[in-house]
């Protein structure tokens, strides 16, 4: 054994003998940093990596869009969660309880809506000669039609877009379109509901892991501003479902007055059209003023009026009063928040435009004027 270790002792030196004389080379100079190739390989790279990025968000941008959807309605529906969690309900249960009040008010519009205004507007198609044909009854008309035979050829038109299918064709692109877009419509609803019961039901875990990125010493800075916003964004909910209650009210009662037809759904219709920031009001005059027409068209136009200036209305005094009063912004911020967004984005920008000019509002007054302040 004691020979043994010598010899053992001897065959490490050699090793490491061995190992010490390999010559791998010296170390160069280090890399020139600013010599134009490495910074044109540099901003290349950025280019490349930036357009790729560009090019993935392109590519899922549907993904995105129900992304944002579903994060805008669990942030709104919060407010909802924390009030009956303060009366003694745990998270899950009160998250399943505003989940379940949503669908089944969503499934009694459903019910109550659908089925009359498609009632209607298959009537409306089946007259709709017939009230082309009506203008024939204004001198005016009848005048410019024996001279240019205007009402004639959108009579001609109408009759054989009605008759032979074209109108469905060219409206919904065919059988396959009307399928395509219902399946399509039905998947995307289906997954902002489960994206929504997702976010809602972790939103305080999402956060607290979020605000872990954060300094320590800004951590509770950032937490309070950051549910501030999430508030915000609830406020902004309920202030335009507010709103959109004012409207399908309104609509109620002038539909009672001149006897609109199947005013109860009208004013389901009008509630959820409301909830859409500007645009909604767009489809809500059209339909309420297409169902009318099927009575008669004073009663299409007095609607038509009567809801022009209830927009005009809800527009300049009762939006710009809600909102200023529950998000603390002035009404000519939440107008031109509203028009930006639904110009860059639509639909969605609508509807984000208003609760985030809410947290810039937040962020500007909390940390911006401050630091003007002292300097």
Not at 17 to 24: I, R, S, W
Not at 46 to 59: C, E, H, M, N, P
């Amino acid at each position: 054994m004691a020979k043994l270790i010598p010899a053992l002792t001897g065959l490490k030196n050699r090793k490491s003998a061995t190992k010490a004389k390999a010559d791998l080379g010296s170390l160069g100079a280090p890399l020139d940093t600013a010599h134009p190739f490495y910074f044109g390989f540099l901003a290349a790279s950025g280019a490349v990596i930036a357009v790729t990025l560009l090019r993935a968000f392109a590519s899922a941008s549907q993904v995105f869009v129900l992304i944002l959807i579903s994060l805008f309605f669990a942030a709104g529906l919060n407010p909802a969660v924390n009030f009956f969690q303060k009366r003694g309900l745990k998270r899950g249960s009160a998250v399943s309880l505003i989940v379940a009040l949503v669908v089944a008010f969503v499934a009694i519009f459903a019910f109550v809506a659908i089925p009359p205004i498609v009632d209607q507007i298959n009537l409306l198609l089946k007259n709709a000669p017939a009230l082309v044909e009506s203008l024939k009854n204004n001198h005016t008309l009848n005048q410019l039609n024996q001279n240019y035979g205007i009402i004639d050829s959108i009579q001609k038109k109408v009759t054989s877009s009605i008759h032979d299918g074209q109108f469905v064709v060219s409206a919904f692109g065919g059988v396959l379109g009307v399928g395509k877009a219902v399946l399509s419509g039905a998947i995307s609803a289906l997954t902002i509901l489960i994206l929504t019961l997702y976010f809602l039901a972790s939103l305080p875990s999402v956060t607290n892991v979020a605000y872990r990125f954060v300094p320590a010493s800004r951590r509770a800075r950032v937490a309070r501003l950051s549910d501030a916003i999430i508030d915000r964004v609830g406020i902004f909910v309920g202030g335009q479902a507010t709103v959109a209650l004012i409207a399908a009210i309104y609509i109620l009662l002038v539909g009672f007055i001149i006897g609109m037809p199947y005013t109860p759904a009208l004013a389901l219709l009008v509630f959820f059209c409301g909830l859409i920031p500007l645009v909604g009001h767009l489809l809500g005059t059209a339909v309420v003023t297409l169902i009318c027409l099927t009575k008669s068209p004073l009663t299409a136009l007095i609607a038509f009026v009567a809801y022009a200036l209830y927009v005009q209305v809800e527009n300049y005094l009762i939006m710009p009063r809600i909102m200023k009063k529950s998000l603390s912004i002035p009404g000519l911020v939440t107008i031109i928040a509203a028009l930006i967004g639904t110009s860059l984005l639509g639909l969605v920008g609508g509807l984000l435009a208003v609760p985030i000019a809410a947290a810039i509002m937040l962020i500007v007054d909390e940390v911006v004027f401050p630091k003007a302040d002292l300097g």
